[in-house]
């Protein structure tokens, strides 16, 4: 819950930082630039993996070695919003399928 909260504060403060704008936009969304250097800086998390969702849109996953983690939605205009966070990652071997293999 704490690092819930630690997200949501930072979102609020970007979006405060941003401009009116981006706080009517949605709360957990921000230039993925700021978000990525704060799930560093405040988290450890790094990427640990990506897929996309369609041609605009990447889902990224962020984790630590404490085992907290972070999924990321972000576009080609460099905005990214963060999807859900939570402790206990467990990182099993996943070998992805080619399409058509």
Known sequence: MTRFLMATTFLAAAAVFGGAAQANAAAQCAPRADIIKAL????????????????????????????????????????SCILSVGEGWDSPTINAAMPGA
Do not use: C, M, Y
């Open 40 to 79: 560093g800086d405040r988290f450890h998390e790094s990427e640990a993996g990506r897929g996309l969702i369609n041609p605009n849109v990447v889902l990224e996953i962020f984790v630590s070695d404490q085992g907290s983690w972070t999924v990321l939605a972000s576009d080609t205009k460099g905005q």
